[in-house]
T-cell receptor
Framework: AAGVIQSPRHLIKEKRETATLKCYPI?????VYWYQQGPGQDPQFLIS???????DKGSIPDRFSAQQFSDYHSELNMSSLELGDSALYFC?????????FGSGTRLTVV | AQSVTQLGSHVSVSEGALVLLRCNYS??????LFWYVQYPNQGLQLLLK??????LVKGINGFEAEFKKSETSFHLTKPSAHMSDAAEYFC????????????FGAGTRLFVKA
């Protein structure tokens, strides 16, 4: 069965650079969620989209933005990267009940 | 507001022993409840979920959880632990009315001894 695809799997960036993470949901899933999991921390909700509109917003920094496109894939754009942004970024998709998570993008800021 | 409390950040069991991971929640409305597992260097994987109906929910890999409204609990159990069960487990709650934003517990790391 198709899963949630995230790219890239790993990303290394320098401070103050920008990064774009991509998430491709399961077909016919209309909702996408982004989570950030820092080292040794539980996942923190960042932002979600339903039918290409932002549906909920969590602890997403102003330096980050995201959108969902017409094909339902979503991109998380991160600017002015800081060392503290190093984390695993999960995307999840849903059709309404529960989630399917992607395997995450591990971002390392050096 | 919703919250989730997982009792015990680390649980250690012997192979073949009962696994019990505790989760208590608070919610002002009937919640949806979930257990996720995270294996090393992997993303979160859904183990099981409770939405409505039968309070005993069976999931993958032999895990099950029982929704007890009177105790506001959703403990995860498995009769016999296997070495491959060693992982981090997250209990989560969501409000069906609230866009399905999920509140995660802090996680419980399960160790399985040979």
């Amino acid at each position: 069965a198709a899963g949630v695809i995230q790219s890239p799997r790993h990303l290394i960036k320098e401070k103050r650079e920008t990064a774009t993470l991509k998430c491709y949901p399961i077909p016919r899933h209309d909702t996408v969620y982004w989570y950030q999991q820092g080292p040794g921390q539980d996942p923190q909700f960042l932002i979600s989209f339903y039918e290409k509109m932002q549906s909920d917003k969590g602890s997403i920094p102003d330096r980050f933005s995201a959108q969902q496109f017409s094909d339902y894939h979503s991109e998380l754009n991160m600017s002015s990267l800081e060392l503290g942004d190093s984390a695993l970024y999960f995307c999840a998709s849903s059709s309404g009940r529960g989630y399917t998570f992607g395997s995450g993008t591990r971002l390392t800021v050096v | 507001a919703q919250s989730v409390t997982q009792l015990g950040s680390h649980v250690s069991v012997s192979e073949g022993a009962l696994v019990l991971l505790r989760c208590n929640y608070s919610s002002s409305v009937p919640p949806y409840l979930f257990w996720y597992v995270q294996y090393p260097n992997q993303g979160l994987q859904l183990l099981l979920k409770y939405t409505t109906g039968a309070t005993l929910v069976k999931g993958i890999n032999g895990f099950e959880a029982e929704f007890k409204k009177s105790e506001t609990s959703f403990h995860l159990t498995k009769p016999s632990a296997h070495m491959s069960d060693a992982a981090e487990y997250f209990c989560a709650v969501s409000d069906p009315r609230g866009g399905f934003k999920t509140i995660f517990g802090a996680g419980t790391r399960l160790f399985v001894k040979a």
